[in-house]
């Protein structure tokens, strides 16, 4: 099970998933908010271990039994709160580029200047951000976009553009940066009450962004961590070298 992360769709997994299915069956999902997914009934419904509820129910219409959970960005953080809530479920956890849990938090409020976006979602009070962005999701997402360098081609752009230009779109997806005060903070205790986590887990940062943070960071929930860095890639691991970030998620998967 793939997750993506913002602002993105299960697309982010284009090139990833066909590397996969040579030896897995592969499904690739729109979070709760975006893509074809539905919206929250409450904005509290975006909090992560509410997220979390849809995959599991998916899981068991699937009959999945005990499966592989792979996570980038916010998809990152459903998977380690999935992990956590639903252990008897997930055989292996990999974490791309998102610090776990409340480790986010803090990287948040030491570089404000980096996390901006963060900071505009939390900052006013009501939909400011949402009217801001209105009408203007092409700059707005265009801007995250540009950063991958060129490697997030015009056609999955415009689709991502156009889905998260929908009604109720980009207010589902600020939602999930509102939501970590409590959400992320309910992973943690849910950690502090259970232990760690037993199963293998894989932590993956770009090179030329969170790097090897995400593997040491991890060592806090989870007891058998596995580092990789991605050569050459920034934050958008999944579109700047994708042939590496299969490899080593088939290599992990395997062990």
Do not use: C
Request: charged residues 20%.
């Amino acid at each position: 099970m793939l997750l993506h992360g913002w602002p993105e769709s299960w697309r982010a997994w284009s090139r990833i998933a066909p590397g996969l299915a040579r030896d897995h069956t592969v499904y690739a999902i729109d979070l709760r908010g975006y893509g074809d997914s539905g919206l929250a009934k409450s904005d509290e419904g975006y909090q992560a271990l509410a997220v979390t509820t849809d995959i599991h129910a998916l899981a068991q219409q699937l009959n999945l039994g005990r499966f592989d959970l792979v996570g980038h960005d916010w998809g990152g953080a459903i998977a380690l709160a999935y992990a956590t809530q639903y252990r008897s479920d997930i055989a292996h956890l990999a974490v791309l580029e998102a610090p776990p849990s409340s480790d986010y938090l803090h990287l948040v409020q030491t570089k404000p200047d980096v996390f901006w976006w963060d900071w505009l979602a939390k900052g006013p009070k009501g939909e400011l951000p949402e009217d801001l962005i209105a009408g203007k999701e092409a700059l707005f997402y265009g801007h995250f976009y540009d950063e991958a360098d060129g490697t997030i081609d015009s056609s999955e752009r415009n689709q991502l553009i156009a889905a998260l230009s929908k009604p109720g779109r980009t207010h589902a997806a600020l939602e999930y940066f509102r939501q970590q005060d409590v959400g992320e903070r309910q992973v943690d205790d849910l950690i502090a009450r259970d232990g760690k986590l037993t199963i293998p887990v894989l932590g993956v940062g770009g090179e030329h962004s969170l790097g090897s943070a995400i593997g040491n960071l991890l060592n806090r929930v989870a007891d058998h961590v596995t580092t990789d860095v991605v050569p050459g890639a920034n934050h958008w691991v999944l579109e700047e070298n994708p042939d590496y970030v299969s490899a080593s998620l088939r290599t992990f998967l395997a062990s």
